[in-house]
């Protein structure tokens, strides 16, 4: 049986776009593409450091929760991703489970929906785009919080990714 989910990746450190992309590519490898947002500029949340890129995607699967937990965290240590959890710093690459239809789960490994989720905008407004095309929201109400800039750099019609 196919699940969909949606998760988000960011990127500052490095060639972020690149970050970006690669990581798309690596994770389409395992999960088929249903739909992607643009990818936004935005301050970093709740750390110092250079500017984040970041995207949202919509993907399906036969894989459970914990395996594509697994997966996402391969593809972040491939990229070169060395820290996990708080304090927050730098990463070349973050991907994120956000939302999964039709469950939740609450473990010491994995919450969905993603507990801080609605305070993060760099969230949100690719959220927000990825429903504004028609895409499951998956019963989650988004709330833009206003409280950071978060600005469209490359269209998701320049993305040839899906």
């Not at 593809?75 to 304090?87: A, F, I, M, S, T």
């Not at 998956?138 to 019609?157: A, L, P």
């Amino acid at each position: 049986m196919k699940h969909k989910f949606y998760i988000s990746l960011g990127s500052n450190e490095g060639d972020r776009f690149y970050n970006i992309i690669t990581s798309v590519l690596k994770l389409r490898r395992f999960f088929n593409i249903v739909g992607f947002s643009s990818v936004y500029l935005t301050q970093p949340w709740r750390m110092e450091g250079r500017n984040f890129l970041n995207i949202c995607l919509l993907l399906s699967t036969e894989y459970d929760p914990f395996e594509v937990l697994r997966i996402c965290q391969n593809v972040e240590r491939e990229l070169g991703r060395r820290h996990k959890g708080r304090p927050y710093r730098s990463r070349t690459i973050d991907i994120d489970i956000l939302l999964w239809q039709g469950i939740t789960v609450k473990s010491s490994e994995l919450v969905i929906p993603h507990p801080l989720m609605k305070e993060r905008d760099f969230v949100n407004i690719p959220l927000k785009e990825l429903f504004s095309l028609g895409y499951t929201n998956m019963g989650y109400e988004i709330r833009i919080n206003g409280d950071m800039e978060v600005k469209k750099v490359v269209d998701k019609e320049a993305l040839r990714i899906d």
